[in-house]
């Protein structure tokens, strides 16, 4: 495993000690009496895709009130935030309303932005801790993210440790790992390997995710019962193809080249992970004290080639054809520039989609090898298994798509 630090700018050098965790920061309270079978859990990012099915998850398989941070004006706006975002998902059910309790907060504020005592409150009552908020942009720097991505975990990793040690289990991402120093040719990156600090991190939402993951791990150090859990892309469930934000750069890609009629020859590979292979391999392998202290990656282990994808894609009945990089780029940038009045959402569409593509992105990034036994070692015995990217996978996501009118149907 590469070790180099390369700190080629004070600013690299003031992100790097953004990971050190505060000497008062310490888990010397008594663990949770109900860690393992918990009463309470305090989730973050539940009006996010993967936090919506991490609430799912949750309160189908426990009895546990999920007290679920929420960014709003009142409480009612809150609690209704959180039955839309799960109903817009198909996974609302009346009989979770008195479970499903809204804390109004922010994590970019100290105590989560509550009055101190329904913090500490909160603190003494909480078994254990869910963190799958985070402020995904590719083209804010580090600074700007860092208030969500890295003041937010620090918080959650204090609160942890208030009153009663609860196991934190946090979400970060594979893109710690996107630097040359731990990318190097046929490197395989086990879940026990350190990210390392390195100039080319890419992006500042990759070196937010890192601060984040080292904070994590610096706790795991010190005591905290923690688990990382470290996705690739997340796409929709794999069964209901349900996908709502469809802001990542794949979904808008797909939905360009169905838009144009045609897509570029690219030879790169692509992956995607189901988003309820993660919620549920994530809530299982959080009961077990033997997986406290890991890091876990998702990760398709059957990836695929982009041109397979477009297959995939063409099989739902769309006519796709293969033309050069340039001439989509062509292609897209004459979809901006036509002057039809009734274009102009389309146009907007378009104009995203080819600034998107100029920011630094994982696309066309060329992955290291990932290897996740612990996922698999963890899961070994259960039903839990990451859907195939196939026929029947695509299928549903592009029926949902066309359902609920994000792409056009053939
Ligand atoms: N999506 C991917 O492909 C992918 C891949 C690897 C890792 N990840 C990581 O997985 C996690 C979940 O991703 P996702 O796709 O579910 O993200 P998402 O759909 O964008 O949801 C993000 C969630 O974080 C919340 N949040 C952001 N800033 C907040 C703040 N200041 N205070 C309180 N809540 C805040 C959002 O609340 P609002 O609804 O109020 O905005 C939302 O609930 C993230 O940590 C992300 O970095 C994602």
């Given at each position: 495993?590469?070790?180099?630090?390369?700190?080629?700018?004070?600013?690299?050098?003031?992100?790097?000690?953004?990971?050190?965790?505060?000497?008062?920061?310490?888990?010397?309270?008594?663990l949770?009496?109900?860690?393992?079978?918990?009463?309470?859990?305090?989730?973050?990012?539940?009006?996010?895709?993967?936090?919506?099915?991490?609430?799912?998850?949750?309160?189908?398989?426990?009895?546990?009130?999920?007290?679920?941070?929420?960014?709003?004006?009142?409480?009612?706006?809150?609690?209704?935030?959180?039955?839309?975002?799960?109903?817009?998902?198909?996974?609302?059910?009346?009989?979770?309303?008195?479970?499903?309790?809204?804390?109004?907060?922010?994590?970019?504020?100290?105590?989560?932005?509550?009055?101190?005592?329904?913090?500490?409150?909160?603190?003494?009552?909480?078994?254990?801790?869910?963190?799958?908020?985070?402020?995904?942009?590719?083209?804010?720097?580090?600074?700007?993210?860092?208030p969500?991505?890295?003041?937010?975990?620090?918080?959650?990793?204090r609160?942890?440790?208030?009153?009663?040690?609860?196991?934190?289990?946090?979400?970060?991402?594979?893109?710690?790992?996107?630097?040359?120093?731990?990318?190097?040719?046929?490197?395989?990156?086990?879940?026990?390997?350190?990210?390392?600090?390195?100039?080319?991190?890419?992006?500042?939402?990759?070196?937010?995710?890192?601060v984040?993951?080292?904070?994590?791990?610096?706790a795991?150090?010190?005591?905290?019962?923690?688990?990382?859990?470290?996705?690739?892309r997340?796409?929709?469930?794999s069964?209901?193809?349900?996908?709502?934000?469809?802001?990542?750069?794949?979904p808008?890609?797909?939905?360009?080249?169905?838009?144009?009629?045609?897509?570029?020859?690219?030879?790169?590979?692509?992956?995607m992970?189901?988003?309820?292979?993660?919620?549920?391999?994530?809530?299982?392998?959080?009961?077990?004290?033997?997986?406290?202290?890991?890091?876990?990656?998702?990760?398709?282990?059957?990836?695929?080639?982009?041109?397979?994808?477009?297959?995939?894609?063409?099989?739902?009945?769309?006519?796709l054809?293969?033309?050069?990089?340039?001439?989509?780029?062509?292609?897209?940038?004459?979809?901006?520039?036509?002057?039809?009045?009734?274009?102009?959402?389309d146009?907007?569409?378009?104009?995203?989609?080819?600034?998107?593509?100029?920011?630094?992105?994982?696309?066309?990034?060329?992955?290291?090898?990932?290897?996740?036994?612990?996922?698999?070692?963890?899961?070994?015995g259960?039903?839990?298994?990451?859907?195939?990217?196939?026929?029947?996978?695509?299928?549903?996501?592009?029926?949902?798509?066309?359902?609920?009118?994000?792409?056009?149907?053939?």
């Open positions: 495993m590469p070790s180099s630090i390369n700190l080629s700018t004070h600013q690299e050098a003031h992100i790097e000690n953004d990971a050190i965790l505060e000497d008062d920061i310490q888990f010397l309270a008594p949770s009496q109900h860690y393992l079978a918990p009463n309470a859990v305090f989730l973050t990012g539940a009006t996010g895709l993967l936090g919506v099915y991490i609430l799912d998850e949750l309160l189908r398989t426990s009895s546990a009130n999920i007290y679920c941070l929420v960014r709003a004006i009142d409480e009612e706006f809150a609690q209704q935030r959180l039955i839309n975002h799960l109903t817009s998902y198909g996974l609302y059910k009346e009989e979770y309303f008195d479970r499903i309790l809204p804390v109004i907060g922010d994590l970019t504020e100290p105590f989560f932005g509550l009055d101190e005592h329904v913090y500490y409150e909160l603190a003494a009552e909480i078994d254990v801790v869910y963190y799958s908020a985070g402020w995904i942009n590719m083209l804010y720097p580090y600074s700007r993210l860092k969500a991505n890295v003041l937010g975990v620090k918080e959650a990793i609160f942890a440790g208030l009153i009663q040690t609860k196991p934190l289990h946090f979400v970060s991402s594979i893109a710690v790992f996107f630097n040359s120093a731990d990318n190097t040719e046929n490197q395989v990156l086990t879940e026990a390997d350190v990210p390392t600090f390195h100039a080319s991190l890419k992006g500042g939402y990759g070196k937010s995710k890192w984040g993951d080292r904070l994590v791990a610096a795991q150090e010190r005591g905290l019962p923690a688990t990382i859990h470290r996705p690739t997340i796409m929709g469930h069964i209901t193809g349900a996908l709502n934000d469809n802001s990542e750069l794949l808008q890609l797909l939905k360009g080249c169905i838009k144009l009629g045609c897509y570029p020859t690219w030879d790169i590979e692509v992956t992970v189901p988003v309820d292979y993660i919620s549920s391999t994530m809530v299982h392998l959080a009961a077990s004290p033997a997986n406290f202290g890991k890091a876990f990656h998702y990760f398709n282990p059957y990836p695929i080639r982009w041109l397979d994808l477009i297959a995939l894609v063409n099989a739902q009945g769309y006519n054809k293969e033309i050069t990089y340039e001439q989509w780029l062509l292609a897209l940038k004459k979809a901006i520039d036509s002057p039809e009045e009734s274009h102009l959402e146009r907007e569409f378009y104009s995203r989609l080819l600034l998107a593509l100029k920011v630094p992105h994982y696309l066309f990034y060329k992955r290291p090898h990932f290897d996740s036994k612990n996922i698999a070692e963890g899961i070994a259960t039903e839990i298994s990451c859907h195939k990217i196939d026929n029947e996978l695509i299928s549903r996501y592009i029926r949902y798509w066309q359902k609920t009118g994000f792409c056009p149907k053939p």
